[in-house]
């Protein structure tokens, strides 16, 4: 906390909240400025040189019609569009807004309104490729290469001091934060020295050109698995990873959640056969145990209790620590939105203090190559993580289940493969159910059928090609993170 005094004279525009004037920024910017270009957004705008715009609010209508993303601001993380967003439009819809938003490479989304996670922002590549975005995110263009390449200005949104004064000028309108016009104040610091700025250009296109191809698999892993699982073979998976960038690119179509849902379809079920007094038609889709049947001759089909009871697996859920543990310290409280394409965010909503962690640190037991994967939370059910060395040190909610692989013939990345099969997906989907006011799958993830392939070969290709994108990902994230802290 700081206290400062502020003279009347220097309100500006009615402006009361303390934070708005902090004066520590100020003197940021004042060193800043020995070194660096500090300019605003909205003198970026006047000199001709940026271009800021706001998505459209399409109507919840429209919501489902189709698999071409609408990008919200839930779908914003570490810097890039989840592999998966919730809604997506139909293609009429996308061509009746498609030439005004008018989405291209090179541009960046950022959140504008939306409390935590205003300030997120994303830098879209070839693998963004016809999309929409809400009202609530705003898409900048720079108009001049010359004059400041994307790549800087990227980096300049995710440094400190920016993050800083996106939380100082956030404001409540109704009932969510934002930051308003106020965006157009954000100063933000380029270095003068062109030699830096050409390094820092060089090394962030490297970053998110690995980080674009790791999400190139995580995005196409489902249909991958599916051949493999199908066919016993792993070329799926090794003639795709072996396509450059650009090329990997064009094998991928777009998809949203609803792809996990699978195709309605109409059925008679004996009542004899409800099991548990459960009467959801989905439950007993019958398009599952078809898939399952279709690939026995390559896989060996446990359900997740089975592999609990033989000790391969073990897995368990976390705590609910109360809201009044939020913002207690810096150690990660994860939940059930703190993670996307199979990594942690890089910035988690809420942090907790020391002491509560040793509440809770023994009995969660947070490891190295832990998979999350979240019970509760409707679109988010069945979503899934990896714990990597830097999220060893925190604790997770009790909407999420913890599994830990023991023994072969499983290994961690094989599991989180396994978990993000089109098969184990849909499964998962039919066995959850609502809850109060929210969706979950409870003990029914017991139910789940996990597909273990018989064939040594095919069980390391995925886990080695699993692995590979995560640790190429989680170095780029790093790297990113870094460069972003050297531009000031």
């Known amino acids: 906390m700081i206290y400062y005094w502020q003279q009347s004279s220097a309100i500006r525009d009615s402006i009361y909240i303390p934070k708005y004037y902090n004066p520590q920024l100020v003197a940021e910017a004042n060193a800043l400025s020995t070194t660096h270009d500090c300019v605003a957004i909205s003198e970026l705008i ?21 698999d071409i993303p609408f990008v919200r601001t839930s779908d914003i993380a570490n810097w890039e569009i989840k592999s998966a967003p919730k809604q997506g439009v139909s293609q009429g819809i996308y061509e009746e807004y498609a030439a005004t938003q008018d989405v291209r490479v090179g541009d960046i989304l950022f959140v504008r309104d939306g409390s935590y996670l205003i300030g997120n922002n994303c830098f879209i590549t070839e693998i963004d490729k016809d999309i929409l975005y809400q009202s609530h995110v705003l898409k900048l263009r720079l108009k001049d290469d010359d004059s400041m390449h994307p790549h800087l200005l990227f980096l300049a949104l995710n440094n400190p001091f920016v993050q ?16 308003g016009r106020r965006f157009f104040d954000l100063i933000i610091p380029i270095p003068r020295n062109k030699k830096i700025r050409e390094k ?8 998110l050109t690995a980080r674009m191809a790791g999400k190139a698999f995580v995005k196409h892993c489902p249909k991958m698995i599916e051949i493999a699982l199908k066919t016993g073979s792993p070329s799926a998976i090794t003639e795709f990873t072996k396509l450059e960038p650009e090329d990997a690119v064009h094998e991928i179509s777009n998809e949203t959640i609803s792809a996990e849902f699978g195709d309605f379809t109409a059925f008679w079920h004996d009542s004899n056969n409800i099991k548990n007094g459960i009467f959801l038609p989905t ?11 279709s690939i026995k001759e390559y896989c060996d089909l446990y359900s997740v209790a089975d592999l609990k009871k033989a000790g391969i697996i073990e897995y368990h859920t976390g705590d609910e620590i109360g809201k009044m543990a939020y913002g207690t310290g810096t150690i990660p409280f994860l939940r059930t939105s703190d993670f996307s394409n199979w990594e942690i965010n890089h910035n988690p909503k809420q942090g907790v203090s020391e002491e509560i962690y040793e509440d809770y640190a023994a009995k969660q037991d947070v490891q190295e190559h832990d998979i999350l994967l979240v019970r509760d939370g409707t679109y988010l059910v069945g979503s899934s993580c990896m714990i ?10 009790g909407g999420l289940f913890k599994f830990r692989v023991l023994k072969s013939p499983l290994d961690p ?13 849909r499964q998962i989907r039919t066995k959850q159910f609502t809850r109060d006011v929210i969706d979950t799958i409870g003990n029914r993830i017991d139910e789940v059928i996990l597909p273990i392939p018989k064939s040594v070969q095919l069980r390391n290709a995925i886990s080695e090609n699993v692995r590979n994108a995560i640790e190429t990902r989680i170095f780029a994230r790093r790297e990113i993170s870094r460069l972003s802290a050297a531009i000031a």
């Open 46 to 66: 006047d000199a001709g040189l940026l271009t800021v715009s706001t998505g459209d609010e399409i109507g919840k209508a429209a919501y489902g019609t189709g």
């Open 413 to 425: 990345f094989l599991l989180l493969g396994l978990f993000n099969s089109y098969i184990v997906k």
């Open 388 to 397: 990597t060395s830097e999220d060893q040190k925190s604790l997770f909610c």
């Open 164 to 179: 800083r004064q996106v939380r100082s000028f956030q404001f409540t309108a109704d009932t969510i934060d934002t930051i």
């Open 200 to 207: 820092l250009t060089i090394e962030t296109d490297k970053a």
């Open 283 to 293: 439950y007993y889709n019958v398009k599952i145990p078809r898939e399952l049947d």
